[in-house]
């Protein structure tokens, strides 16, 4: 059984072209996220923006197509997918946008 999940492409004002997913990536469905990742990157000359905001849970299966894809691509997740990112190596392998805490004003410093 295939778990759902819900691509889409638009191409930014600078030209970037963004691949967004929702839902579940996992064993079942990462063959659609590679093979809509694989034509967005034929659509524009610079690095493919994946954005996985509104995923809610990756698995290895989902994590290898993107380690596979890291020069090409730049990751925008949740903070929810932080670890997991970090811990694979991807954030030091390509840029990940959204993983930052929010600033609270303070520097950092807590009452």
Do not use: K, Q, W
Not at 23 to 30: A, F, H, K
Not at 38 to 43: I, S, V
Not at 65 to 71: G, Y
Request: net charge negative; charged share 20%; aromatic share 2%.
């Amino acid at each position: 059984m295939t778990t759902p999940i819900s691509l889409s492409f638009r191409t930014r004002p600078d030209g970037a072209v963004v691949l967004s997913a929702a839902g579940e990536v996992d064993m079942s469905n990462c063959a659609e996220l590679a093979a809509a990742a694989d034509r967005a990157l034929g659509l524009g000359p610079g690095p493919l923006v994946v954005d996985l905001s509104a995923v809610e849970y990756l698995d290895s299966a989902g994590l290898n197509e993107l380690l596979v894809r890291a020069n090409r691509i730049e990751i925008v997740a949740p903070a929810l997918l932080g670890p997991v990112l970090t811990i694979c190596g991807l954030t030091e392998l390509t840029t990940v946008h959204g993983l930052e805490p929010p600033r609270d004003g303070l520097d950092g410093a807590r009452p």
